[in-house]
C-alpha cells in the first residue's frame, strides 16, 4: 500500500481504532475494491487518520483510544446515492396499476396523472406533511449503508413550493445522521399554469427562482431535464449559463429518451454529472471524458419503465468515465428505495462488475456530487463515513438483495447504526 495514504497524524490524535477488518477502500477509481485484509483503521476528528494492514500498526496508546474489533468483517465507504426525488406529496400506485391495465401514457395524462398529479400533491402538502413522507424513504436507504443522499426539487414547479421542498430537504439532515445534498430541479416539467408558454416558466426559473435558490443558499447545485417530453437545448441553456453566473454547480438529466445533445452541452459547462444517459452517443462520451464528468446511471428507472436501451458502458469505458449508481427514488419512474437493489440491477441489467457497481455507489457517487475529496473512500483525511457488513467478499454486496448484511453504520466517525 501507498504509504503516503496510510497516516496524517500521529497516534496521539487517534480518537477510535477498528482492528480485525478487511477493507475495501475504493481507492482505485473503480479499478479495483483497493482492498487490504487483515486491515486497521484510525480515526480523529470525524476523518479517517490512518489505514492499512494491522501488521503495519504504529505504536499507539490503546488505553486512550477507543478499540473496535470488525470481527474480520468488510468496512467500506458509506453508499452515496447521488439522484434521488425523495421529497414529494402522495403517490402514483394508481398509474402504476392503470399502465398495467393497458393505458396509455396519454389516457393517464389526461385523466390527470404524470407529473401534474406529483406537482398537485406536493403543492397541496405542507412541509410538515412533505417531511414526514420523506423521512421513511431516508431511513430505508439509511438502513441499507446509506451515509450521503442528494435530494432534487421539482414538484413544486413554482418559487413557494420549490422553496419549501429545499427547505423539507435540509430538514431531513436534522432528523437522521446523514449528508444531505439538495438539487434545484425546477426545471423538471411545464407547469399547468404554463402549459402553452414553456419560454415564460424558463424565464421564471431563470429570472426569479435560482438567485433566489442561490442567495438563501437552499441548494448548491442546479439541474434541468433536457428532453423531448422535458425542455430543449436552448431552455436548457439558458438554466446552464443562469446557474453558473449564480456560482451553482451543473447537473443535467440528459439522453433518457433521445439523443438532444444535452451532455456535450453540460460538458461546455464542466457539469458535475449527466443522468440517465441511455441514448448517449460516442461525442457525447468523448464530451464527458474531456470535461471530467460522471455518468450517473439509474438502472431502477430502467427496470420500472420496461426500457430496452441499455446505456453505452463500453464506450463509457473505453472513455475512461466514471460510473455512478443511484436509485432515482421518485414517484412515478422509480419508486424504489433500495440501494442494494440498484447494485444488483447494474450488475445484472447494465453487465457492470460487482466492483464498478460498489465503486458507483462510493466514489463514483462521491464525484457527480462534486464530493470527491472527502467522501466515497477510505483514505486518509476522508470523512470517516463508513459501513461495516457482515460479509466474505465486496461482490456479495452486489449478488443478494433482500437480506441486508449491514452490521454497522459510521457518520464522521460515530457510530449511527
Known amino acids: 500500500m501507498n504509504k503516503t495514504l496510510q497516516s496524517s497524524d500521529t497516534t496521539e490524535h487517534w480518537q477510535t481504532l477498528w482492528l480485525n477488518v478487511n477493507l475495501a477502500t ?3 477509481a473503480g479499478a479495483g475494491y483497493g482492498s487490504i485484509e487483515q486491515g486497521a483503521l484510525a480515526i480523529s476528528d470525524g476523518k479517517i487518520a490512518w489505514v492499512g494492514k494491522e501488521v503495519d500498526l504504529p505504536k499507539y496508546h ?10 474480520g468483517q468488510w468496512l467500506t465507504p458509506g453508499f452515496i446515492d447521488c439522484h434521488t426525488h425523495l421529497v414529494y406529496g402522495g403517490n402514483r400506485a394508481n398509474e402504476f396499476e392503470m399502465r398495467l391495465q393497458g393505458k396509455s401514457y396519454q389516457e393517464i395524462a389526461q385523466a390527470g396523472g404524470g407529473i401534474v398529479s406529483t406537482v398537485k400533491a406536493t403543492r397541496a402538502a405542507t412541509a410538515d406533511e412533505l417531511l414526514a413522507s420523506a423521512l421513511p424513504r431516508l431511513t430505508t436507504l439509511h438502513q441499507q449503508g446509506v451515509t450521503t443522499v442528494e435530494i432534487k426539487s421539482g414538484y413544486g414547479l413554482d418559487l413557494p413550493n420549490e422553496i419549501k421542498m429545499l427547505k423539507v430537504a435540509r430538514e431531513l439532515a436534522k432528523a437522521l445522521p446523514i449528508t444531505i445534498k439538495p438539487t434545484f430541479l425546477g426545471a423538471h416539467a411545464l407547469p399547468t399554469e404554463y402549459n402553452n408558454d414553456p419560454q415564460g416558466y424558463i424565464d421564471l426559473v431563470c429570472d426569479e427562482m435560482i438567485p433566489v435558490i442561490a442567495e438563501q443558499k437552499l441548494a448548491d447545485t442546479v439541474d434541468v431535464f433536457c428532453e423531448n417530453i422535458g425542455f430543449d437545448i436552448e431552455q436548457t441553456e439558458r438554466v446552464f449559463a443562469k446557474a453558473q453566473q ?3 454547480a ?5 439522453e433518457q429518451l433521445t439523443n438532444l445533445g444535452a451532455t456535450e452541452l453540460a460538458a461546455k459547462y464542466n457539469a458535475l ?3 440517465h444517459v441511455e441514448f448517449l452517443s460516442e461525442a457525447g462520451v468523448k464530451a464527458m471524458s474531456a ?3 460522471t455518468a450517473v446511471l439509474l438502472p431502477g428507472a430502467f427496470y420500472f419503465l420496461r426500457e430496452t436501451q441499455l446505456p453505452p458502458i463500453e464506450l463509457l469505458r473505453h472513455h475512461g468515465v466514471a460510473m455512478a449508481i443511484a436509485t432515482d427514488a421518485n414517484p412515478g419512474s422509480s419508486p424504489i428505495c433500495s440501494i442494494q437493489l440498484m447494485l444488483n440491477m447494474a450488475c445484472t441489467l447494465f453487465r457492470l462488475t460487482p466492483c464498478e457497481a460498489l465503486a458507483g455507489v462510493t466514489c463514483h457517487s462521491a464525484k457527480a456530487l462534486g464530493l470527491a475529496a472527502s467522501k466515497g473512500q477510505l483514505s486518509v483525511g476522508f470523512d470517516a463515513d463508513m459501513a461495516l457488513w457482515n460479509i466474505n467478499q465486496p461482490a456479495e454486496l452486489s449478488y443478494q438483495f433482500g437480506v441486508n448484511p449491514l452490521s454497522a453504520l459510521m457518520q464522521n466517525g460515530r457510530q449511527v447504526i
Open 26 to 28: 475504493m481507492t482505485d
Open 62 to 71: 490503546s488505553e486512550s483510544i477507543e478499540l473496535i474489533d470488525g470481527q
Open 246 to 248: 449564480n456560482g451553482l
Open 250 to 254: 451543473i447537473k443535467v438529466h440528459a
Open 273 to 275: 454529472s449527466s443522468d
Open 291 to 293: 470535461a471530467n464528468m
